[in-house]
């Protein structure tokens, strides 16, 4: 019987990474009628225009009694001044969902990013950062990845031999099976900024880098490489909890309007944790 050989990547999702034929990655290649009539965009936004190019006036809003007579009506704009004053309101409207806590500055980072970095990933240490903190925080037995792989590994090492068999992988990759990856999904994440940044994620890979067995306790390093997409599809834009808000309905225009383009990105994050224990009873 042979030891694990390390590293070894225990985990990785079905959907893989970098995987830029997503849905939620397209862009550019809607209409103007395609917006409005199926996807009912009609009003975007309380600034300006984008079907017309124009600014509002205060009295150009669906509740005006004017509407219809103001509407198209105020200061004509370019394209890159119509789409800054987006991106603006966009960044402005983020800040509902991001108002407190370590995390509320990524959401407008990642708008500026968006605007300026033409499709290229992105990464900040704080996203690491909060990775790791919801992986360390996360203490329920039954979804906790980090807690399931310490139960497996104080389960199946071979304490006699000081080692992992590397015909036990299975029990790990099952470990993780079991339980719930790391995601931003909490309610708190609705109000801290990485509900809206992250909330779900795209890919997962769950690699042990070490495992060092000393008497009766052993030390295990784990990796996750985490990514998601910073853009919409038409999934979401259709549920009432994003088509209601000005902000997806911004965010949907500007990345997938043909007038407009802007490319959606990866996101990416990575944490690495120790994952420490002992041999059962002892």
Known sequence: MNALQLPCILFRTQKRMDDYSASDMRCGELT?????????LEYISDQVDPWTLTRRSSMDRPQSMFCCHLR????????????????????????????????????????????????????DMAL???LTEQIIR???????????????????????????????????????????????????DNFNGMGITIHDTWATHITIKSLNIDDDRFRAVVH????????????????????????????FVLQHYM??????????MEATIEINGGRSGS
């Open 72 to 123: 198209g009506q105020g200061k004509k704009l370019t394209r890159q001044q119509c789409t800054a004053i987006l991106f603006d309101e966009f960044r402005f409207l983020s800040r509902q969902f991001s108002f407190y806590g370590p995390y509320r500055h990524l959401i407008e980072k990642m708008i500026t990013h968006m605007q300026t970095g033409n499709g290229t990933p992105f990464r």
């Open 224 to 251: 996750y490489k985490v990514q998601d997409h910073f853009g919409l599809d038409s999934d979401d834009i259709l549920k009432t909890q994003f088509n209601q808000f000005h902000l997806f309905r911004i965010w």
């Open 128 to 130: 690491d950062r909060a």
């Open 259 to 268: 007038q407009f383009g802007f490319r959606p990105f990866m996101t990416n």
């Open 138 to 188: 996360d203490n329920s037995k039954e979804n906790s990845t980090r807690l399931l792989l310490e139960e497996g590994l104080k389960k199946y090492i071979d304490w006699d031999k000081k080692y992992y068999p590397s015909e036990g992988k299975q029990k790990l990759v099952d470990s993780i099976l079991y339980g719930k990856l790391p995601k931003f999904i909490k309610f708190r």
């Open 32 to 40: 103007e009628t395609q917006l409005r009539t199926h996807y009912g």
